[in-house]
């Protein structure tokens, strides 16, 4: 790759990460194992001059896959962690202090609301969530003590979109007085590859590497990357925590990544054609998809993304269990079970509840996702149908 910076994404998603000439001219970079890592002399022990120094620092397998989300993220570094959870919290903790307080979007992934509220409220840091679409006007809750703003883009069960751009902008007006407030975002569901949020004003990106990236449901992951302004913090309260992940799982992440372009695709062309495909289905009553141009946030996606993710809501008239069960308990294609971003579809219904804070989510509606996995278009399209049959003649 002549340079780096200039590559297209898809170029460096397959060539990024890799050394063959330091390993024997094997093509991806192999599983180091590795606990104790030998120094030449007393010299590079004392200057840590070597790129490896203890594996809970860092491996080549490690550093093969940070170096790739590095360079796709536009940030200054990527650490790993052994989830997409603990590289989220770790990110938070590594900007707040106590007394400080965090925004959060009322959309956030639940266990994020979880260490929110239980362990950040126990270490003296305040949580305010906010109304995903509050745009611009975040700039009446910045507080003198908010350090930092955090988004998950679209919210993983109900879609909205956060304009990151005026949202920077707020965090910008209000953080004249030489405060630093942080912006953190989830970015699972799009991949470096369709949203790049450092570059419309964010600080600190986190990815459940366990979905897209390792890509074949089996393994667990995740990783942080930040700016210039706060990869210092990042680094050392992840070398602080002791977090890390093994060698196995930095290598299937990095080998999901090869493929990162080309799964991506195939799983938004058979999400999107689902989606419109559901939006006219008479039982359906909403498709949450943020690509699709009836969804509240399609200008933003238009603007900000190039590509949109493989799982999507939709909501259904509520009916009992027993038709719910209909529904779920007999679908041939569609696994039941958390998690998504696998080759396989998934099905998972959701009430809100509790998971909403600001804005209530309506009663009535019974709240499906769907990961789109890459099977036969059709054959998904008619197991899905078969279900809704189900689940009406249930009703
Ligand atoms: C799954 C998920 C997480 C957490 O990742 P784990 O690897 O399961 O800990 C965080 N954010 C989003 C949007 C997710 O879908």
Redesign the pocket.
Known sequence: MKNEKTSALETRLTHLGRRPGEQFGAVNTPVFRASTILHPDLDTLLTSNQPYAYGRRGTPSSGAVEEIVTSLEGGKGTRVAP????A?TCAIMSVVSSGDEILVTDSA?E??RQFCDGYLARMGVTTRYFDPRLGKDIVQLINENTSAIFI?SPG?ITFELQDIPAIAKARDDRASSGREIAIIV?N??ATPLFYQPLSLGADIVIH????MFVGHSDA???TMTANEIFWPKLDETHGLLGLFAGPDDCFLATRGLRTLSIRMQEHQKRALFLASWLEDHELVQRVLHPALPSHPDYEICKRDFSGSGCIFSFTLPAASREALAAFVDHMELFGLGY??GGFESLILPGKLGKARSINHWPEDEQLIRLHIGLEDIDELQQDIAAGLERYQAAM
């Open positions: 989830s997409g959870l603990s989220l992934y266990p994020t998950e993983s989830d699972t569901w459940a590497g366990t979905k667990m992951f995740g998690s998504w």
